[in-house]
């Protein structure tokens, strides 16, 4: 049986998250892919090729800190999905469909998780899907419309959830390496990288208020990242993804 989430209408608990800018992300993903393999090749170019490979083993010193950092941060991150109810006409049985999805991160051991308002906006009830895969029902334990920040709980045990490390988006500069991480099919978490490129944008909540001081980046984010961190360079939230302009 599912459970069903309350929507309590509380502030938002915990840390002061508040304080923490909304990033905007102005990128489309752009995916290419090469088929080959050295068995189909000609001796010479299989040995070009595992040249190749063998190469790539020797990484630069920013690609072993963007691993790293991904390793360290990606189960931090999940996967949302909300459900609306709905009737069956002839047999009233009620029962649950998906209605949307985004991604949200743990904020501590308690099982608070943060996403965006409208990743759940107007559904009935939520599910979160950890790094594990192993998927919870949600209860709703704060909302702010006006930021297009959400707070869920979940009765997940504390030595599966990994709270995301929280920096401060006060002293942040243009050109500043961020690194955007999402869920959004519940596959797995993906990265993308790039910088902020402007600062003190404006944009509109889903209550129809201007949303002031929000995040510029060029990191490549899709709408099912919604509710993902945005990270600085150390690994540390900045921020909150939560449109695509």
Same mark, same amino acid.
């Given at each position: ?22 990033? +905007? !992300?102005?990128? &489309? ?5 090469? *088929? $080959?393999? %050295?068995? =189909? ?88 899907? +950890? !790094?594990?895969? &192993? ?5 709703? *334990? $704060?909302? %702010?419309? =006006? ?99």
């Amino acid at each position: 049986m599912r459970r069903i989430f309350r929507n309590t209408s509380k502030p938002l608990l915990g840390k002061p998250l508040m304080g923490f800018l909304l990033a +905007l !992300a102005i990128a &489309s993903i752009m995916v290419s892919c090469a *088929v $080959g393999s %050295a068995e =189909d090749a000609e001796p010479t170019q299989a040995a070009e090729l595992q040249t190749q490979r063998s190469g790539s083993q020797r990484l630069g010193a920013d690609e072993r800190s963007t691993i790293q950092l991904f390793e360290e941060v990606s189960p931090s991150v999940a996967f949302i999905t909300s459900l609306a109810l709905r009737r069956e006409r002839f047999s009233l049985n009620v029962y649950q469909i998906p209605q949307g999805s985004g991604s949200g991160f743990v904020w501590d051991e308690l099982g608070h998780i943060v996403t965006n308002f409208h990743v759940i906006r107007g559904s009935d009830a939520a599910q979160v899907t +950890l !790094a594990d895969h &192993s998927t919870w029902d949600a209860d709703i *334990v $704060g909302v %702010a419309p =006006d930021k297009d920040l959400a707070v869920l709980h979940i009765d997940a045990p504390r030595k599966i959830l990994r709270p995301i490390i929280v920096g401060s988006s006060r002293n942040l500069k243009v050109g500043q390496k961020v690194l955007a991480i999402g869920n959004p099919f519940g596959l797995d978490q993906t990265l993308t990288t790039g910088i902020i490129s402007a600062l003190g944008r404006e944009i509109e909540s889903v209550s129809r208020i201007p949303i002031r001081d929000v995040i510029q980046t060029d990191a490549a984010i899709n709408p099912g990242n919604s509710g993902g961190p945005l990270l600085d360079s150390s690994g540390r939230l900045i921020g909150v993804n939560t449109a695509i302009f």
